[in-house]
């Protein structure tokens, strides 16, 4: 029961530096800052899901969030200015009310959400609880997860595999190869 | 003496390192969290680090963006090879499933097949998301000179 209590507070924690980070990164115009804290914000969020024991999604956030996408974002940053414009002094009560109303609505449905970890849940009791008993005999790999991707659900990792390989090509196109700056000369003509 | 000395011996110390765990994410994703999505990104940061630090030349010389380019289609290919692969080799009788890992070996008892499988689509997955990866870094960074000192 302690420990359970225990990891509430670490999640309250995690949660409170994420809503201050989130404020920083609204609140600040120097863009290097501002990309070190979305940095930052995936790095608390990887511990928060640590917390809540989703680990390969938390190796993902903290590989693709607080790393390759940080060093992405740099080099954008490179290409433009280091600072972001002011933004307009008005307040915008428009803005405002959609959140708010949004922000209720969330709260709103709090009660009627399964409590975390609820073995009779919709998420779990299912499909979830089939995978679990059928991984031991089906593939007999300890990670559930690894199972699912790589073997259940192959033909899916397949499509994102491909998925990401269409992306490189997107970029590929569009912004050159790379490959020298002779190319990049040509293209500022 | 060339500039930021410690930053360069240290990044040299820990480029090896972020390789090897990268690997160990890998191979050890069947039994711990990780696979080939979270090991292609970790080995690809590894590059995109010695980029950082040594310039886009000396990686560009390291890791070519020709083996980018052909790595990122080779492991959709590597994946689509182990599924025409479980076709061809399913027996007689049986029905003919893409990807049905049980296929690539005889032991169904232990479904070894399921860990070769596993095993060579992570493959797959690693080096089509550690070129993609460097290609979008490449495609960036290569349109901008190195970082100069006073931005460091």
């Known amino acids: 029961m302690n420990h359970a209590d225990l990891t509430q507070y670490l999640d309250y924690l995690l949660i409170a530096m994420l809503l201050a980070v989130g404020f920083a990164i609204v609140r600040l115009r120097n863009l290097f800052a501002v990309v070190m804290l979305t940095g930052v914000y995936s790095l608390l969020c990887a511990a928060w899901f640590v917390s809540l024991d989703a680990v390969d999604v938390a190796f993902t956030e903290a590989a693709v969030g607080a790393g390759i996408s940080t060093v992405l974002m740099l080099g954008a940053m490179l290409l433009t200015a280091r600072e972001s414009e002011p933004a307009g002094a008005g307040r915008h009560w428009a803005a405002f009310a959609v959140v708010a109303a949004a922000g209720a609505a969330l709260f709103f449905a709090i009660p009627d959400m399964p409590v975390y970890g609820d073995a009779e849940s919709p998420a779990n009791a299912y499909l979830g609880r089939d995978f679990m008993e059928r991984t031991p005999q089906d593939i007999q790999i300890p990670n559930v997860v690894t199972a699912v991707l790589a073997s259940y659900r192959g033909y899916d990792t397949f499509g994102e595999t491909v998925v990401v390989f269409t992306a490189a090509l997107g970029v590929m196109l569009l912004l050159g190869f790379g490959s020298g700056a002779r190319r990049k000369d040509e293209e500022e003509d | 003496m060339s500039p930021h000395l410690i930053l ?11 390789v090897v765990f990268g690997l160990y994410v890998q191979f050890h994703g069947d039994f711990g969290p990780g696979g ?4 292609g990104v970790i080995i690809a940061v590894a590059v995109i680090l010695y980029a950082l630090i040594f310039g886009m030349d000396e990686a560009r010389r390291a890791v070519p963006p020709t083996v980018v380019r052909y790595g990122a289609a080779a492991g959709v290919l590597i994946y689509a090879g182990v599924g025409i692969a479980t076709l061809l080799m399913n027996g007689a009788g049986e029905p003919l499933n893409f990807l049905d890992y049980d296929a690539l070996h005889p032991d169904q008892g232990h479904h070894t097949g399921q860990h070769y499988g596993i095993l060579l689509v992570e493959l797959g997955v690693l080096t089509t998301v550690s070129s ?21």
């Open chain 2, 36 to 39: 080939g999505f979270q090991a």
């Open chain 2, 132 to 152: 993609v990866m460097l290609a979008i870094f490449y495609a960036f960074a290569g349109r901008v000179p190195d970082i100069p000192d006073e931005e460091w």
């Open chain 2, 8 to 18: 360069r011996v240290i990044s040299k110390l820990l480029i090896p390192l972020i």
